[in-house]
């Protein structure tokens, strides 16, 4: 079954460094081939990447960081899905630091949604607790947002996405939760999503990721993939993220 590593290079690197990191993921991505490898690099060089990486292993893509709700119009500074297309295969939406930077909303990020989904694009939902809980059942805080980011979207917009759990406070603080944490999360969330939306869409995990800790991950059946920050501003780091998760060891 093939699994996904998402790798999100958040606010980082310059054009030369985004541009040697991507031809290295695009050399070694054909050596995993049960995973799907997407790099979202900085929206500005998001096309001088997809022109210069002309050679495309059928496992690697690219995605956006962010998106507008908007399809067209006076929204300076922002980018419209229908822009985006063409370049990217995914894309990024409700990501902690989109909802805590700039203060996005559950009306913007179902617009987000709809519009990615309109144009072919598949979006990358990302949702997770504040705090660490027992991991035995979803937080309801947690349920009712996501319930209002997605209360408008049908069933089969949904069942096009792809989740990321990730728990905030997991982000970049080198805490990642447990495996058997994340484990029950996931089994948590999808039988949340099953019941209440009528949909079980992939789920993947971001949060501290490493290659030391990519291998335990791997064995979790119920997750789908990896959504990966800081360690995937590193080829070798990432490559060996891939090896541990895909169980190429
Ligand atoms: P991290 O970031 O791997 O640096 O914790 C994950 C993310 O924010 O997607």
């Known amino acids: 079954m093939t699994k996904t590593v998402i790798a999100n290079w958040k606010m980082n690197l310059t054009l030369a460094e985004s541009l040697a990191l991507a031809q290295a993921v695009v050399g070694y991505a054909p050596d995993y081939p049960t995973l799907r490898l997407i790099i979202a690099p900085s929206l500005v060089w998001l096309a001088p990447l997809a022109e210069a990486v ?3 292993p059928s496992n690697f893509f690219l995605a956006s960081q962010v998106v507008s709700p908007h399809p067209e119009g006076a929204y300076t500074g922002d980018v419209s899905a229908r822009q985006l297309k063409g370049l990217v295969q995914y894309g990024l939406v409700g990501h902690s630091e989109r909802r805590r930077y700039h203060h996005e909303t559950a009306l913007e990020i179902s617009g987000q949604i709809t519009e990615l989904a309109a144009v072919g694009i598949t979006p990358v939902i990302c949702f997770g607790e504040m705090s660490q809980g027992e991991g035995n059942r979803p937080p309801p805080a947690v349920t009712a947002a996501l319930g209002q980011d997605l209360a408008s979207l049908p069933g089969e917009v949904i069942g096009q996405c792809l989740l990321a759990y990730e728990p905030l406070w997991a982000i970049g603080t080198g805490t990642r939760a447990t495996t058997g944490y994340i484990r029950k999360a996931v089994k948590g969330f999808k039988t949340w999503f ?56």
């Open 54 to 56: 002309s050679y495309r």
């Open 194 to 249: 099953g019941q209440t939306l009528g949909v079980t869409p992939p789920m993947i995990y971001g949060g501290s990721i490493t290659a030391e800790n990519a291998g335990e991950l791997g064995a979790i059946n119920e997750l789908d993939g990896l959504l990966v920050g800081g360690a995937s501003l590193d080829a070798q780091t990432l490559a060996a993220i891939c090896r541990a998760f895909s169980r190429q060891v």
